[in-house]
């Protein structure tokens, strides 16, 4: 059975930091490129940042380069999302995602956790 765990999200003033890990188990997870989404009230679900599989090489939204980094532990199967400078847009359910494709069989695999709460207000 495959599980991401987000945890870290809570309540921070603006200007705050805070840092979210995702637990991932139940599969290969150096096999699978990771990333974080995110999405607010009445919004459409965005990417955030995202992680190839050895963290070679990472990519972030306009909105929050500069302020945030994304990285990865394959030892412990986790990945992370360091966020400094929060503002009060930054306010939304936090998502990872896993995702791989499988040449040989022409497949993708996808999966998201259930989501962790960041809250940014003074």
Same mark, same amino acid.
């Given at each position: 059975?495959?599980?991401?765990?987000?945890?870290?999200?809570?309540?921070?003033?603006?200007?705050?930091?805070? +840092?979210?890990?995702?637990?991932?188990?139940?599969?290969?997870?150096?096999?699978?490129? *990771?990333?974080?989404? +995110?999405?607010?009230?009445?919004?459409?679900?965005?990417?955030?940042?995202?992680?190839?599989?050895?963290?070679?090489?990472?990519?972030?939204?306009?909105?929050?380069?500069?302020?945030?980094?994304?990285?990865?532990?394959?030892?412990?199967?986790?990945?992370?999302?360091? *966020?400094?400078?929060?503002?009060?847009?930054?306010?939304?359910?936090?998502?990872?995602?896993?995702?791989?494709?499988?040449?040989?069989?022409? +497949?993708?695999?996808?999966?998201?956790?259930?989501?962790?709460?960041?809250?940014?207000?003074?």
């Amino acid at each position: 059975q495959v599980q991401l765990v987000e945890s870290g999200g809570g309540l921070v003033q603006p200007g705050g930091s805070l +840092r979210l890990s995702c637990a991932v188990s139940g599969v290969t997870f150096s096999s699978y490129a *990771m990333s974080w989404h +995110r999405q607010a009230p009445g919004k459409e679900r965005e990417l955030v940042a995202g992680i190839t599989t050895y963290g070679d090489s990472t990519s972030y939204a306009d909105s929050v380069k500069g302020r945030f980094t994304i990285s990865r532990d394959n030892d412990k199967n986790t990945v992370y999302l360091q *966020m400094n400078s929060l503002k009060p847009e930054d306010t939304a359910v936090y998502y990872c995602n896993a995702f791989t494709i499988v040449l040989a069989s022409v +497949r993708k695999y996808e999966y998201w956790g259930q989501g962790t709460q960041v809250t940014v207000s003074s």
